[in-house]
């Protein structure tokens, strides 16, 4: 017997007036509550039996100022409860416009069966009135808000709207103002995972943790290296990239990850030479680090086959080996830089994409934007994780995530892009924060420092048990 799958609040027809008629029937029950506290026991302890309607003039004017009073009171505290509900529960409210839209999509749309009734006349001798239509058939979809994601799930039942409800992403999109995430197909249901309100998941660098393979990015977006490996990252100036890939050394940094970083133009990450190794921005240095993290990986490729512990399949993290990350800024203006040299470069990154994900080598390769000229062979489609930030033309978008269906609108917010997180589906996405005067220099550096500290120890300590 299969579990039941809560999949949320099923969308129905009358659900186009529901905002409405939560908040009519809300106020009304409200508005009758307080009128009851007023006259409540004045109706309890009426006789009834005595009152004339309308024709005892004497209580008449005696309850009407009370009267008028009271259903003014009433009025007004329906409309204070009304304006508390909406400020403490703006989310339910947002649930109920979300589900009203939906009924509305069906409905506009014309996705259900009808079927036209002739309702006969008070009088059966009058002609009756126009037929009326009614819905036959209703699709199934469910609509649930949990943990900042909307799931939706949309029965298939090979129907003939089923080419409509199997593409709704633009339509979920733009109308629920939210980010597609994913999309799956589960036992006769379509279910739609949209990123609700997606700019309040961004998270500060000091929650960017990376931990058992994966690297937290934003509060439901991490990138699952271990699984997933090798990020592309595109923008041009002013869209936040520099500050992104600091983000991403400081996280690493507090892990045991060997990291490289490479700056051809010797700009803000060059920096970072002052307070790590591993970090160049001249050619012949470059090219030198290049060849050494590809020897490395090769040799710890082979070494690993050798270990006691090894299994076919198990990755580095399963031999408790530390992950390396070569981490390129300005890609293109380094393959510029090369010239003929170019070609060799491109045949190790290459063999670093198809084999680095076992061993625990991968790429972060930073650029205004990806052309298949430095990234051709395939080696584009092996970066699964792709970000884009700032301003990009439609061809630098198609560059990055191929030809998808998929509006890109630009706000101007600083370190707003899209992102794929490796599903093919493209979403909003938002850096890291960076609090104004953080040093990320000064704060990596006290991160290396402390972990060559932590290593110095344990090498002595092991010195002292020998």
């Given at each position: 017997?299969?579990?039941?799958?809560?999949?949320?609040?099923?969308?129905?027809?009358?659900?186009?007036?529901?905002?409405?008629?939560?908040?009519?029937?809300?106020?009304?029950?409200?508005?009758?509550?307080?009128?009851?506290?007023?006259?409540?026991?004045?109706?309890?302890?009426?006789?009834?039996?005595?009152?004339?309607?309308?024709?005892?003039?004497?209580?008449?004017?005696?309850?009407?100022?009370?009267?008028?009073?009271?259903?003014?009171?009433?009025?007004?505290?329906?409309?204070?409860?009304?304006?508390?509900?909406?400020?403490?529960?703006r989310g339910r409210v947002k649930q109920l416009v979300h589900r009203q839209k939906l009924a509305k999509m069906i409905l506009e749309?014309?996705?259900?069966?009808?079927?036209?009734?002739?309702?006969?006349?008070?009088?059966?001798?009058?002609?009756?009135?126009?037929?009326?239509?009614?819905?036959?058939?209703?699709?199934?979809?469910?609509?649930?808000?949990?943990?900042?994601?909307?799931?939706?799930?949309?029965?298939?039942?090979?129907?003939?709207?089923?080419?409509?409800?199997?593409?709704?992403?633009?339509?979920?999109?733009?109308?629920?103002?939210?980010?597609?995430?994913?999309?799956?197909?589960?036992?006769?249901?379509?279910?739609?995972?949209?990123?609700?309100?997606?700019?309040?998941?961004?998270?500060?660098?000091?929650?960017?943790?990376?931990?058992?393979?994966?690297?937290?990015?934003?509060?439901?977006?991490?990138?699952?290296?271990?699984?997933?490996?090798?990020?592309?990252?595109?923008?041009?100036?002013?869209?936040?990239?520099?500050?992104?890939?600091?983000?991403?050394?400081?996280?690493?940094?507090?892990?045991?990850?060997?990291?490289?970083?490479?700056?051809?133009?010797?700009?803000?990450?060059?920096?970072?030479?002052?307070?790590?190794?591993?970090?160049?921005?001249?050619?012949?240095?470059?090219?030198?680090?290049?060849?050494?993290?590809?020897?490395?990986?090769?040799?710890?490729?082979?070494?690993?086959?050798?270990?006691?512990?090894?299994?076919?399949?198990?990755?580095?993290?399963?031999?408790?080996?530390?992950?390396?990350?070569?981490?390129?800024?300005?890609?293109?203006?380094?393959?510029?830089?090369?010239?003929?040299?170019?070609?060799?470069?491109?045949?190790?990154?290459?063999?670093?994409?198809?084999?680095?994900?076992?061993?625990?080598?991968?790429?972060?390769?930073?650029?205004?934007?990806?052309?298949?000229?430095?990234?051709?062979?395939?080696?584009?489609?092996?970066?699964?994780?792709?970000?884009?930030?700032?301003?990009?033309?439609?061809?630098?978008?198609?560059?990055?995530?191929?030809?998808?269906?998929?509006?890109?609108?630009?706000?101007?917010?600083?370190?707003?892009?899209?992102?794929?997180?490796?599903?093919?589906?493209?979403?909003?996405?938002?850096?890291?924060?960076?609090?104004?005067?953080?040093?990320?220099?000064?704060?990596?550096?006290?991160?290396?420092?402390?972990?060559?500290?932590?290593?110095?120890?344990?090498?002595?300590?092991?010195?002292?048990?020998?």
């Amino acid at each position: 017997m299969k579990h039941f799958i809560y999949k949320g609040k099923r969308i129905r027809a009358g659900d186009q007036h529901l905002v409405f008629r939560f908040a009519a029937t809300s106020l009304v029950l409200v508005f009758l509550f307080v009128l009851l506290a007023f006259h409540g026991k004045r109706l309890m302890l009426m006789d009834w039996k005595k009152v004339r309607l309308l024709h005892e003039g004497s209580l008449q004017f005696a309850i009407t100022p009370y009267l008028m009073f009271s259903v003014s009171v009433a009025a007004g505290i329906s409309m204070l409860v009304a304006g508390l509900y909406y400020h403490f529960h703006r989310g339910r409210v947002k649930q109920l416009v979300h589900r009203q839209k939906l009924a509305k999509m069906i409905l506009e749309n014309k996705w259900y069966e009808s079927e036209q009734v002739q309702h006969d006349g008070l009088f059966k001798d009058l002609p009756s009135g126009r037929p009326k239509e009614r819905i036959r058939h209703f699709p199934k979809m469910y609509y649930r808000l949990k943990d900042g994601l909307i799931h939706i799930h949309v029965e298939i039942t090979l129907g003939k709207y089923q080419d409509q409800l199997l593409h709704l992403e633009k339509k979920l999109e733009s109308g629920l103002y939210c980010e597609l995430v994913d999309k799956e197909l589960k036992d006769s249901y379509l279910e739609y995972t949209l990123l609700y309100d997606t700019i309040a998941n961004r998270i500060s660098i000091e929650e960017v943790t990376a931990k058992d393979g994966r690297l937290k990015l934003m509060k439901s977006v991490y990138w699952e290296y271990d699984k997933l490996p090798h990020m592309l990252i595109a923008g041009g100036t002013g869209g936040g990239k520099t500050y992104f890939i600091f983000s991403l050394i400081e996280a690493l940094a507090r892990t045991n990850a060997m990291l490289y970083v490479l700056d051809p133009k010797n700009s803000d990450l060059a920096d970072l030479s002052e307070v790590m190794p591993n970090v160049h921005h001249q050619k012949e240095d470059m090219m030198a680090c290049l060849n050494q993290f590809y020897d490395s990986m090769m040799e710890r490729s082979e070494a690993m086959k050798q270990m006691t512990g090894y299994k076919t399949g198990e990755n580095y993290a399963y031999l408790g080996l530390p992950a390396h990350f070569l981490i390129f800024d300005e890609y293109v203006a380094f393959m510029e830089m090369l010239g003929k040299e170019s070609s060799v470069v491109l045949t190790k990154l290459k063999r670093i994409v198809m084999l680095g994900r076992q061993a625990g080598y991968f790429l972060i390769l930073a650029c205004q934007r990806p052309d298949a000229k430095f990234l051709g062979d395939g080696i584009r489609d092996q970066f699964n994780f792709r970000v884009a930030l700032g301003r990009m033309s439609e061809m630098g978008y198609s560059m990055m995530f191929g030809e998808v269906e998929k509006d890109f609108f630009l706000k101007q917010i600083k370190g707003r892009g899209y992102v794929d997180t490796g599903t093919s589906v493209i979403s909003e996405f938002y850096t890291p924060l960076v609090p104004k005067g953080h040093n990320f220099i000064k704060e990596i550096g006290t991160l290396i420092r402390s972990r060559q500290d932590g290593q110095a120890a344990c090498e002595a300590k092991a010195e002292g048990t020998d």
